[in-house]
Structure formats: structure tokens, C-alpha cells
């Protein structure tokens, strides 16, 4: 009998002990549970960016036809506690295309020369995205509207001679992208970006506007 009283004291004293550990545990904050620093706070995102793109409308039909490699670009965004983050990015594109030895006429003078097309552009634009996923989301597409200013180099050569063109003139873009985390809660992630931008020129071959479309990589590193 006493036996039996033992054990049923001591499988009590088990049962006790096991449910005390288990409220306390449900008492203790679940530190682990609590949400990412990147969706309480707003922070910072820096991206380096490197693709290409291609001329459109007039500027394909009147000057240069080629698609570009040369399109680089670094920006720096402030990612704000809803679904918007505003920033600045600084990029640098360039196209060329040569012709066929031919004769052109400057004046009273015929020159047989080697046409070379270019144009250079420094965009330095402000834009603002809006964020289709949560803000820590792995995966989180988004829409981009920017503008701003282009500092434009045209040079026209005709063998060593050269028509240049140098002035700043407004530009801007409107884009679709998206944002991909390398790992849950990480500082490191790729950009991928599609965007149309057109630039307000008017000289000699180019009429108006030079419009494109390029598609871009970046890599990104963020902090709070």
C-alpha cells in the first residue's frame, strides 16, 4: 500500500513540475516572435546596378539603332514604414554606332569620312517606388516613377573631326522591378529592373526626345 502511495506521489510531483515549467515558459516573451528591426523601423538601401538598353522612336529611327552594355548606375533609398521608399541614383549610359566611309559635304568642301555616332548621358534623377509585398518580404516587386536632370554629350565625328553637343537637360522614368532577399531578414539582395527613360533633346539628328528601354542587375545592402 505504501508503495502504491509513493507512486502516485511521485507521478503527481512529475506532473506538477512539468506543468509549472510549461506556464512559465507560456509567461516568458517570445523574443523570437517579435517582428523583424526591417518592418518596425525605416531604413536605408543602397544598390549597385549594371545592365542595358536599347534606343527608341526617333532616336533609333534618326541616330543610333544599336542597343547599349555601358549602363551603370548607384542610388540610394530610404525605405518609409508603409509600402513607399524615396531615394536618388546617379548612372552613366552610352551608345554608339559607326557607318561606312562616305563623302559628306561642310560648306563649299567634300570630306570622304567615317561617320561615328554617340551619345553620352549622365542621369541624376530623384524617384520614389511602391512596394507590392511587406517590406521584408524574400520577394517584393514594385513600380518606380523618377526624373530629374541629364548631363548630355553628343558627339558627331566625321574621321577626326567632330560636331559636339554638350548641355544638362531634364529627364525621366517610370520602371518595374523587383527586390529579392538573399536570406530571411539579411542586409544582402539582387535588383532586377525594367525601364522605359526619355531625355528632352533636340539637335541636329535627334528630334525631340531620346527614348529607351533598358533592363538592369543590382546588388543591394540595407541597414536601420
Request: charged share 20%; hydrophobic share 35%.
Amino acid at each position: 500500500m505504501k508503495n502504491i502511495k509513493l507512486k502516485i506521489w511521485l507521478l503527481a510531483m512529475v506532473l506538477f513540475a512539468g506543468f509549472s515549467k510549461h506556464a512559465w515558459a507560456q509567461q516568458q516573451p517570445k523574443l523570437y516572435t517579435l517582428p523583424s528591426p526591417y518592418e518596425r523601423y525605416t531604413y536605408y538601401l543602397a544598390t549597385a546596378r549594371f545592365g542595358g538598353s536599347m534606343p527608341l522612336g526617333k532616336f533609333s529611327e534618326q541616330y543610333i539603332d544599336k542597343s547599349s552594355f555601358r549602363d551603370i548606375s548607384v542610388s540610394l533609398e530610404w525605405v518609409l514604414p508603409n509600402r513607399f521608399s524615396i531615394g536618388g541614383e546617379i548612372g552613366s549610359n552610352y551608345y554608339e554606332k559607326r557607318l561606312p566611309r562616305a563623302l559628306y559635304e561642310f560648306g563649299d568642301q567634300t570630306v570622304s569620312a567615317i561617320q561615328t555616332r554617340t551619345l553620352s548621358q549622365v542621369p541624376i534623377q530623384v524617384f520614389a517606388n511602391y512596394h507590392l509585398a511587406p517590406k521584408n518580404a524574400r520577394i517584393q516587386p514594385y513600380f518606380q516613377v523618377s526624373g530629374g536632370i541629364s548631363l548630355v554629350d553628343y558627339s558627331l565625328y566625321y574621321g577626326s573631326l567632330v560636331d559636339q553637343y554638350q548641355k544638362i537637360k531634364p529627364t525621366y522614368g517610370v520602371g518595374v522591378g523587383s527586390k529579392f532577399l538573399f536570406k530571411p531578414d539579411g542586409a544582402l539582395g539582387a535588383d532586377i529592373r525594367i525601364k522605359y527613360s526619355g531625355t528632352s533633346i533636340k539637335y541636329d539628328y535627334l528630334d525631340g526626345n531620346t527614348a529607351t528601354i533598358g533592363a538592369s542587375v543590382g546588388l543591394f545592402y540595407r541597414w536601420w
